[in-house]
């Protein structure tokens, strides 16, 4: 029985020949070689799945050519198959020998069926699919002995979930249904066991997945087309119903109560949905945002960073604001699963929904246009393990590295992502080399003293650009951005850098500063601060004041003709968006604090050199207050 417009099981009887056994005091015996379907009608509804499709209340049983059905005398078993399709009966054949005994017993579906000890074992599959007016019988088991009549009476071992969705909400409407998942305390799927003797009903348990998911194919399910899901009979707690549209977005209703489900019966219920996603760029916008609960969230698409221009904006032609994008890419994801369903870019937004279950996960996301260029793209941060760490100092951090997917620094990835200089776009320790420009390998590598342009760093998201230097100068890793002119690449991530010393400036945020709405990356002031206050060893970098900790980590960059990773010897470093003085020409440097075993201080690195960041909180409120000072005493300068 498969995927025919399916309404009812009714009982079905399997008719079995007897030979007399030769001797008059043993058990008659007898050999199984057929039996056939039939429809008896409504005299015994316990055995029928009572779907109400049509004012009577009936239907019929159909059966498909081949369709397989497992029988067994309590120590054998066989397989035995439709030999004709048809509405009310089906003769059925064996490809193998006969088998004989006193008792028989059916299980329906074949695959995962058995019988032992007075137990049928079937199966009830969390992926099940969607029928058009019914439900999959070849999910739905059924049961059946041998009775005196020489008939298999097959009988119900499972219960059905009627589920019709409602919703006004226009975002819902736009888009058909592409699966339902009911999922609960209790499991809901996976093996079913019934205990089942003559004259008694049926009892059954289920042990397995604790949810179901219907998949629909093609055109998908319109809103308020009933959806019949088969789960394993019983009382179950916390009943979620995920619904996944077509265009990636997925919605969650949560049924109040118990929800009690009887064998051989359905069970009706709406499932009325929301448009409940939360704005995440409602404050602020970003280049990144940081998600520590599940949920369903939509930021604004339409806006570059936090929308603060740059010297260099003006002439490249990059606005802070542009048109609505036609789709979103996603270059690339690390960490554990933390998606349910795609991104979706709706109307401006882009739209997505968080598994249950996440707890760290990251992905580089972007919108395009209709030629697949990327207008702009942003980090999307989901680990649970985030918080805020206060300093004596007034200052408020983030406990960890900006990317990070933990905290303990006994686990992989607690060193974060790694940024160059003035760009907004994170990258992993370890890389992949590429030079087709359509290769959207994470974090490609190139080498080439003109492609590392603001331009093209925002079309290229993905790509770690490297080995631009001035003409007449032999150093080649200083820079990746192709500017001749230093003043004009000083302030993309400070907007108050102004090509005079820039110690003492406070941080005005830029469209390319990669923190999250709320945080920055620190300016050099802020972070001399920190280096005043108690530190303490680690066992894989070092503490402020206990509190706030540094993991060791080392650095990528690129030259011309190669590319490099860089082990080195074990420093906690992280940037700062303070850059060089411009007086010091074609010195294309960030500074970046440091610390190791015995020392810490703030040094400085070309731009081109990736390393992480660390996000200190806005000022409140007086944001980018300068806390000043030259260098403290003994901290020396240091370069790569």
């Known amino acids: 029985m498969k995927k025919y417009s399916i309404l009812f099981f009714g009982l079905l009887a399997l008719a079995c020949t007897r030979e007399a056994d030769e001797q008059t005091d043993a058990p008659e015996r007898m050999i199984l070689s057929g039996f056939t379907a039939s429809m008896p009608g409504a005299e015994d509804p316990s055995v029928k799945t009572m779907m109400v499709m049509d004012p009577s209340g009936q239907g019929n049983v159909v059966w498909t050519t081949d369709d397989p059905v497992f029988v067994s005398n309590g120590a054998e078993s066989m397989t035995m198959f439709v030999e004709e399709g048809g509405t009310t009966r089906a003769a059925l054949y064996s490809e193998q020998e006969t088998i004989e005994g006193t008792d028989f017993f059916a299980v329906y579906p074949a695959e995962g069926a058995w019988y032992e000890g007075g137990i049928f074992t079937a199966s009830i599959p969390g992926s099940q699919k969607y029928v058009p007016g019914g439900f999959s019988t070849e999910v739905f088991p059924m049961v059946a002995l041998c009775d005196s009549r020489r008939n298999f009476a097959f009988r119900n071992a499972a219960s059905l979930l009627k589920l019709t969705t409602v919703s006004s909400a226009p975002l819902l409407q736009r888009s058909r249904i592409s699966s339902i998942t009911v999922s609960a305390t209790e499991p809901l799927s996976g093996t079913v066991h019934v205990n089942?003797?003559?004259?008694?009903?049926?009892?059954?348990?289920?042990?397995?997945?604790?949810?179901?998911?219907?998949?629909?194919?093609?055109?998908?399910?319109?809103?308020?087309?009933?959806?019949?899901?088969?789960?394993?009979?019983?009382?179950?707690?916390?009943?979620?119903?995920?619904?996944?549209?077509?265009?990636?977005?997925?919605?969650?209703?949560?049924?109040?109560?118990?929800?009690?489900?009887?064998?051989?019966?359905?069970?009706?219920?709406?499932?009325?949905?929301?448009?409940?996603?939360?704005?995440?760029?409602?404050?602020?916008?970003?280049n990144c945002?940081?998600?520590?609960?599940?949920?369903?969230?939509?930021?604004?698409?339409?806006?570059?960073?936090?929308?603060?221009?740059?010297?260099?904006?003006?002439?490249?032609?990059?606005?802070?604001?542009?048109?609505?994008?036609?789709?979103?890419?996603?270059?690339?994801?690390?960490?554990?699963?933390?998606?349910?369903g795609t991104f979706s870019v709706i109307d401006g937004y882009i739209y997505f929904t968080t598994t249950e279950t996440f707890q760290s996960g990251t992905a580089l996301v972007?919108?395009?246009?209709?030629?697949?260029?990327?207008?702009?793209?942003?980090?999307?941060?989901?680990?649970?393990?985030?918080?805020?760490?206060?300093?004596?100092?007034?200052?408020?951090?983030?406990?960890?590295?900006?990317?990070?997917?933990?905290?303990?620094?006994?686990?992989?990835?607690?060193?974060?992502?790694?940024?160059?200089?003035?760009?907004?776009?994170?990258?992993?320790?370890?890389?992949?080399?590429?030079?087709?420009?359509?290769?959207?390998?994470?974090?490609?590598?190139?080498?080439?003293?003109?492609?590392?342009?603001?331009?093209?760093?925002?079309?290229?998201?993905?790509?770690?650009?490297?080995?631009?230097?001035?003409?007449?100068?032999?150093?080649?890793?200083?820079?990746?951005?192709?500017?001749?002119?230093?003043?004009?690449?000083?302030?993309?991530?400070?907007?108050?850098?102004?090509?005079?010393?820039?110690?003492e400036l406070a941080c005005v945020k830029t469209m390319f500063d990669p923190c999250p709405a709320g945080y920055h990356v620190p300016v050099y002031s802020e972070v001399k601060s920190i280096m005043d206050l108690p530190t303490g060893a680690w066992s894989n970098g070092k503490s402020v004041e206990n509190v706030l900790f540094f993991p060791a980590s080392s650095y990528r960059y690129v030259g011309i003709y190669a590319d490099y990773w860089i082990t080195g010897a074990p420093r906690a470093f992280f940037w700062c968006s303070t850059p060089l003085r411009t007086e010091q020409k074609n010195n294309r440097r960030?500074?970046?604090?440091?610390?190791?075993?015995?020392?810490?201080?703030?040094?400085?690195?070309?731009?081109?050199?990736?390393?992480?960041?660390?996000c200190i909180k806005d000022s409140e409120p007086d944001h980018g207050t300068v806390i000043g000072g030259d260098d403290p005493e003994g901290f020396e300068p240091e370069e790569w």
């Open 590 to 614: 960030g500074y970046r604090p440091y610390f190791v075993s015995t020392s810490q201080g703030i040094g400085n690195g070309p731009r081109t050199y990736a390393i992480p960041v660390r």
């Open 366 to 503: 972007s919108v395009v246009d209709a030629s697949d260029n990327t207008l702009w793209s942003w980090h999307i941060w989901a680990n649970r393990e985030i918080e805020d760490v206060e300093l004596s100092n007034g200052q408020t951090w983030l406990n960890m590295n900006l990317g990070a997917l933990h905290k303990g620094f006994s686990n992989d990835g607690y060193n974060g992502f790694y940024y160059q200089w003035g760009r907004k776009d994170p990258f992993l320790q370890k890389y992949t080399s590429g030079t087709a420009p359509a290769d959207l390998s994470p974090f490609v590598s190139r080498a080439s003293g003109t492609e590392g342009s603001l331009v093209n760093s925002i079309l290229n998201p993905h790509v770690f650009y490297g080995g631009f230097h001035p003409s007449g100068v032999s150093i080649t890793t200083e820079d990746w951005c192709t500017y001749e002119d230093d003043v004009k690449i000083y302030d993309w991530w400070n907007a108050s850098c102004t090509g005079d010393d820039q110690k």
């Open 289 to 340: 945002y940081m998600i520590t609960e599940p949920g369903s969230y939509k930021f604004k698409a339409t806006v570059r960073g936090n929308g603060v221009e740059t010297s260099a904006c003006g002439e490249s032609g990059i606005s802070a604001e542009f048109e609505d994008g036609a789709a979103v890419k996603v270059y690339y994801s690390d960490g554990d699963p933390f998606l349910e």
């Open 196 to 286: 089942y003797s003559e004259g008694k009903e049926p009892e059954t348990d289920c042990s397995g997945g604790n949810s179901v998911t219907i998949n629909a194919d093609g055109e998908g399910i319109a809103f308020g087309e009933p959806v019949f899901a088969t789960l394993a009979p019983g009382d179950y707690s916390n009943v979620t119903v995920r619904v996944l549209l077509q265009n990636g977005l997925a919605f969650q209703y949560t049924y109040p109560g118990r929800l009690s489900l009887l064998r051989s019966a359905y069970k009706s219920i709406e499932v009325p949905l929301e448009d409940d996603f939360t704005d995440i760029s409602a404050e602020a916008t970003a």
